[in-house]
């Protein structure tokens, strides 16, 4: 027996009065997966915002070494 027809026999087990509280419950882990899956490194890459002087990238070696301050 797969798990799909697993689950679905254990959704016929359960009465009417139960359904709608197992039906938000599905609903809720199929959103939380739909959500942990759409966040891939790039999204989160392009998330970080870096504060820093208009010439930082070409200084880099000068402001990790605190020769020149922000």
Do not use: G
């Amino acid at each position: 027996m797969t798990t799909k027809k697993k689950i679905h026999a254990e959704i016929d087990s359960f009465s009417e009065e139960y359904l709608d509280e197992l039906y938000l419950l599905i609903k809720n882990f199929a959103k939380s997966k739909q959500q942990h899956r759409k966040s891939s490194l790039m999204s989160k890459l392009k998330s970080i915002k870096i504060d820093a002087p208009s010439d930082f990238a070409a200084n880099l070696n000068l402001y990790a070494s605190e020769e020149k301050n922000k």
